[in-house]
């Protein structure tokens, strides 16, 4: 295992490999499975590449509503 980090259903992660491949994808399009299950794989590695990292991106606030609210 490389993290593990809680995550909203609106925030994204980011898998990154020791040979520089970069994986982004939305928590909302990774599927949930019921608790007897063995997980879902959300990235294969190439032989001889490791995960080194994975960590959660949030959710990117609207400019135009973060301005509004300045107001």
């Given at each position: 295992m490389v993290s593990a980090?809680?995550?909203d259903e609106n925030d994204g992660i980011m898998?990154?490999?020791d040979k520089g491949t970069l994986i982004r994808t939305a928590v909302?399009?990774?599927p949930t499975?019921?608790?007897n299950t063995q997980g879902v794989k959300?990235?294969?590695p190439k032989d001889g590449e490791k995960l080194i990292?994975?960590?959660r991106i949030p959710p990117?606030?609207?400019d135009e509503e973060t301005?509004?609210?300045e107001e």
């Amino acid at each position: 295992m490389v993290s593990a980090v809680a995550v909203d259903e609106n925030d994204g992660i980011m898998l990154i490999s020791d040979k520089g491949t970069l994986i982004r994808t939305a928590v909302s399009q990774i599927p949930t499975l019921g608790r007897n299950t063995q997980g879902v794989k959300v990235i294969t590695p190439k032989d001889g590449e490791k995960l080194i990292e994975g960590v959660r991106i949030p959710p990117e606030e609207d400019d135009e509503e973060t301005a509004d609210a300045e107001e």
